[in-house]
């Protein structure tokens, strides 16, 4: 017997199947027809529709979202109870607040309800990102509030499901409501969830809580609590010298490294994100080196590139740089493999692994070759160090004049959090509340975020290695700041808080498709915004499973649509989209599990769900 063949089995053996003695209109492309006057729904359609189910439910899993399971029939308590308590969430069994009405749109306020012991309850203080309902009959006002808010609906739904309840749920799964079927279905979520969330503690280890024990341990404070980083507004530097030549000679102090580490293995595209094509046809890399051309063609300079790339990716980025043969940019390319130190410590990490390296990998790889005392016999001074794929990096020598004015030796690019504003012109901050990109959900509770670009006196760095031990077997890199340790032996720590259009990470396709459209324009190798966006934000998009892959992204768009006056995007489900598609407004495309849902061509959709 094949794998489908046991899984239906296993579905026939839950009763399923067997439907209700009416199947609605818009109901029967789910069902076979009927036997002895009872519906008999088809178990492919059902299994298709737990699989779109499951896969959305980790899609949400993988970005942390909170999930409420809904319940109110006695007969599955005691299967909703063992689900809740392994993943983690809302649970109506526990929480009299879901058996009230009102439950989500008025769920800020206490409410009070009649039984036999009153009791006073709140609601939580964010909505949830998903709701799970199995006894859907019961539950049609849920539904409809969850619509109002367009919050996605994955719930159980039988032949006879009236249509206004049923368009409302994103994902439907045809079922009969047995026991049985809904502890299988329990089942396949609870571990759905669990093993994402294996893979994300796999992918990011509890550092915080080594960080808490280390005090008990007699270690104090760690480096996160005692460096200082003063903070100054971009627009408070000092301008450019107006000679051209001094300009020039200030840039004659500067190289410009960037590790090429990070694969596109999370949109399962085969080589470094750096190597895929952003904006206007160009990569990220192609914007690095198109802004150092432009840089050393109007002041005469001569900037080089420092390339580092892990050992899994360095082919690949060798045949990238073939058309960089004939440019007038110096680059110098670098392999983990080269050094013995670089090379265990990419075997520590995974190949998922998207920023490896701390500050003192940085240190060590410049050792490598005496790489560093060849850059400080070249009159060069400081170092522009590029870690993430942070595509609206500016190579901005108005920082480098800052910092050779104050002689600063260590220099980081922040950008204020959505929950803090930067109005001071210097400011002085704790590391610990400047924290990294890895961790979107988590940039409400720092003040500042790193974009990951750094600049470093080449001098500071050779008295680093020259008085302090830099070869350890392990890294110490954290994941909440993109500085590592080694910040802490700088003697003038600085940051330069720049706009927050110079920090778009690259991090999913939903990140593409903001970059591809017509709200961004490439000059010089710097992104430009299009100035006829009248919003200062950016709209919110967030595209569904089927669209992870960097293959499923190319062939689901024909073109990319016109979003300049978008405010949110969210699509989920089988949606294909024509050419020449504008949108506007707050959008939401959900087609149902099993159909196709295809855009045509040139139309325009504004606030429409």
Not at 149 to 161: F, G, K, R, T, W
Not at 492 to 508: I, Q
Request: glycine letters at 6%.
């Amino acid at each position: 017997m094949t794998i489908h063949s046991v899984v239906i089995q296993k579905l026939l053996s839950t009763n399923a199947q067997v439907g209700r003695r009416v199947a609605a209109h818009h109901l029967k492309e789910f069902t076979y027809g009927f036997r002895n006057k009872m519906a008999i729904i088809d178990s492919d359609k059902t299994l298709i529709c737990m699989r779109s189910a499951c896969n959305f439910m980790a899609s949400l899993a993988r970005h942390n979202g909170r999930f409420m399971f809904i319940n109110t029939n006695p007969l599955f308590d005691e299967i909703f109870d063992l689900m809740t308590k392994k993943v983690g969430s809302y649970s109506p069994s526990t929480n009299s607040l879901w058996r009230t009405g009102g439950f989500l749109t008025n769920s800020l306020s206490p409410k009070k309800f009649r039984s036999r012991n009153k009791k006073l309850v709140f609601g939580p203080t964010q909505p949830p990102d998903c709701i799970f309902i199995v006894d859907t009959e019961r539950k049609s006002s849920v539904i409809n509030e969850a619509f109002k808010l367009q919050i996605p609906v994955v719930a159980l739904v039988d032949s006879a499901m009236p249509l206004d309840v049923y368009k409302r749920i994103a994902y439907p799964v045809p079922a009969n409501h047995s026991v049985q079927f809904v502890y299988l279905f329990c089942n396949l979520i609870t571990k759905t969830l669990l093993h994402e969330k294996a893979k994300s503690d796999a992918a990011n280890p509890d550092i915080d809580a080594q960080m808490e024990e280390a005090p008990r341990k007699g270690k104090g404070k760690t480096y996160l609590d005692k460096v200082d980083v003063t903070v100054v507004l971009y627009d408070n530097l000092a301008p450019l010298p107006q000679d051209i030549e001094e300009t020039k000679k200030l840039l004659d102090k500067l190289v410009v490294l960037k590790f090429n580490g990070s694969q596109g293995r999370n949109m399962c595209f085969d080589g470094p994100k750096s190597a895929i094509d952003i904006c206007d046809g160009l990569t990220y890399l192609d914007l690095i080196i198109n802004q150092i051309e432009t840089l050393n063609s109007k002041y005469g300079s001569r900037v080089p590139l420092l390339l580092f790339n892990k050992d899994d990716i360095h082919d690949s980025s060798l045949k990238v740089l073939e058309k960089y043969s004939k440019s007038s940019v110096e680059v110098h390319t670098f392999k983990q493999g080269e050094d013995r130190e670089l090379k265990s410590l990419g075997e520590y990490y995974s190949k998922e692994e998207v920023h490896p390296f701390d500050d003192v990998d940085v240190f060590r790889l410049l050792m490598t070759g005496g790489t560093l005392d060849s850059l400080l016999s070249q009159g060069k001074e400081y170092i522009l160090v590029l870690k993430s794929d942070n595509v609206a990096t500016v190579l901005d020598p108005n920082i480098l004049n800052h910092l050779m004015i104050n002689d600063i030796e260590y220099c980081m690019e922040v950008t204020p959090s959505n929950s803090f504003n930067l109005m001071l012109p210097t400011t002085k901050f704790k590391l610990r509340e400047i924290g990294g990109d890895q961790d979107k959900h988590l940039k409400d509770n720092f003040k500042l975020i790193d974009t990951t670009n750094m600049w470093v006196s080449l001098r500071a760095i050779k008295r680093f290695v020259d008085t302090v031990e830099v070869r350890q077997k392990k890294p110490s890199f954290s994941k909440d700041t993109a500085a590592g340790p080694a910040i802490k032996f700088f003697d003038n720590v600085f940051g330069v808080s720049v706009p927050e259009s110079r920090f778009l990470p690259l991090d999913a396709t939903s990140d593409l498709l903001l970059l591809q459209s017509d709200l961004y324009t490439c000059r010089e190798g710097v992104l430009t915004r299009n100035p006829a966006r009248t919003n200062p934000l950016n709209p919110v998009i967030d595209l569904g499973p089927e669209f992870e892959k960097f293959g499923d992204f190319q062939s689901r768009f024909r073109s990319i649509p016109s979003i300049i006056e978008l405010d949110s995007l969210m699509v989920r489900g089988d949606v294909w989209f024509g050419a020449n598609i504008t949108l506007k407004g707050q959008v939401t495309i959900a087609a149902k599990p099993g159909l196709k849902l295809e855009i045509p061509d040139g139309v325009t959709i504004e606030n429409k769900v």
